[in-house]
């Protein structure tokens, strides 16, 4: 048994059994999430309990779908290093920022923590395969958990993902396609192809459980700050798992007793050329609308018609949060930064944080006294870098090449 108490749907509270394979709300089609039987679990373990526990995501095992004695499929994700970040802080103004590493994950990416869980609760229940429409992380993660599960996958990517991540389900044995347009259409797609094959659609939010792998990311963070909250939180947002899972975990921490204080203010970080949420934040509209033509460099980023939008849009309101588009001179200037100062190369998603931060910043909305925590998303080898000056090349004799070295390094010492 587990600690679920069952599966609700967001919208219309509609319960639904969790001892079956859930996508969707059976009564309205919208998102659904796992509810826990949050006395049991406080019964169950205690916040001491969790200081003899191996790292990983699965250290807070009672708040996670599994059953009792379940398996996970696992890569060891999860129990990413909260750093902080000195340098850009000084460079800000700021005093207190720090910054969950995601990058430091199985697959480069916090993708491993949602479909790690997803991959494992639905082989649990019997899938027999996976399809996922992905603009690259999440296919590449799907694709080695679904190897590792020892079950077929299928991805469908957009043209231009970049190569890392095809080449990761690749690897895996997945069979990828790639496709003209955005996620979008390849969501479509895989929305029709997945119940002809009677595989899995592990499209994002369109089951319970890739929310819950990425809620563990707030568990952690909550640990890592002493069982406290930020004051802030920007988050770089494509669907949103991540924007709607670290309030979970807050909101059932404090439930259980485990934290107590306000939220954080949610900052949904997007670029300006696909920004459904900023939009339609601004508009204080309660859902999305498909954004026309989608254009970013940062491929997590390019998410035209998030599913969860009007869950996403509720944490905003909820948390007091913002959101904040950035162009992409400022991501990449953005991701230079902070490998220079702070020696993390973040992937642009994850470095569009830095930029909002920079805005925020510049306008007062946030104050040098704030604890902020930026969710750097993935590592920024998983994608093209930035535009970089080019690496100097030497030739001649040793001694003619070591004149040149010295001569290049005593002018930047
Ligand atoms: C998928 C992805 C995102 C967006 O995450 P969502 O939870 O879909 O909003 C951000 N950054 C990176 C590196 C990603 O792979
Ligand atoms: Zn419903």
Redesign the pocket.
């Known amino acids: 048994m587990s600690f679920v108490s069952h599966v609700e749907c967001t919208v219309c509270d509609r319960r639904h059994d969790a001892k079956r394979v859930l996508t969707v709300c059976e009564a309205c089609g919208q998102m659904l999430a796992v509810r826990y039987d949050l006395e049991r679990v406080k019964s169950a373990v205690s916040r001491d309990d969790l200081k003899t526990r191996p790292p990983g995501m699965y250290r807070f095992r009672e708040l996670t779908p599994l059953d009792a004695g379940e398996q996970p499929v696992t890569l060891g994700e999860g129990s990413t290093p909260l750093l902080s970040l000195t340098r850009l802080a000084a460079h800000l103004g700021l005093r207190h920022l720090l910054a969950k590493d995601e990058g430091q994950n199985p697959t480069g990416?916090?993708?491993a923590r949602g479909l790690g869980m997803a991959i494992t609760r639905a082989r649990t229940l019997g899938a027999r395969g996976f399809v996922i429409p992905s603009?690259?992380?999440?296919g590449g993660a799907a694709a080695l958990y679904a190897a590792r599960a020892g079950l077929p996958c299928g991805v469908i990517v957009p043209r231009g993902t970049p190569p890392a991540a095809i080449a990761e389900a690749l690897i895996a044995g997945a069979h990828v396609f790639t496709i003209e347009g955005s996620i979008a259409t390849a969501g479509r797609i895989v929305g029709k192809a997945a119940p002809q094959l009677g595989w899995f659609d592990l499209s994002?939010l369109k089951e319970p459980y890739r929310l819950e792998g990425?809620k563990t990311m707030g568990l952690e963070l909550a640990e890592q700050l002493g069982w406290s909250m930020p004051d802030a939180l920007l988050?770089?947002?494509?669907?949103?798992?991540?924007?709607v899972g670290i309030p979970k975990a807050y909101e059932e921490l404090r439930a259980m007793g485990w934290l107590t204080g306000a939220l954080p203010r949610i900052v949904c970080v997007q670029a300006e050329g696909c920004a459904p949420v900023v939009k339609a934040w601004r508009a204080g509209a309660e859902t999305t609308a498909p954004w026309d033509n989608p254009v970013t460099d940062?491929?997590?980023?390019r998410?035209p018609s998030?599913f969860a939008g009007r869950q996403m849009l509720r944490v905003l309101r909820e948390t007091k949060g913002d959101a904040v588009a950035v162009s992409e001179a400022a991501i990449a200037d953005a991701q230079r930064l902070l490998a220079r100062l702070d020696g993390v190369w973040t992937?642009p998603?994850?470095a569009a944080t830095v930029a909002a931060l920079l805005e925020l910043k510049g306008r007062g909305a946030v104050s040098a006294a704030d604890r902020i925590v930026l969710v750097l998303?993935?590592a920024g080898i998983k994608n093209a870098p930035p535009p970089l000056p080019p690496a100097i090349d030497l030739s001649g004799t040793d001694d003619a090449i070591v004149a040149q070295v010295v001569h290049a390094l005593s002018r930047t010492a």
């Open positions: 990416t916090f993708k603009a690259g992380n999440a994002t990425k988050y770089p947002t494509g669907g949103g798992t991540g924007l940062a491929p997590g980023l998410v998030p992937a998603e994850a998303t993935g």
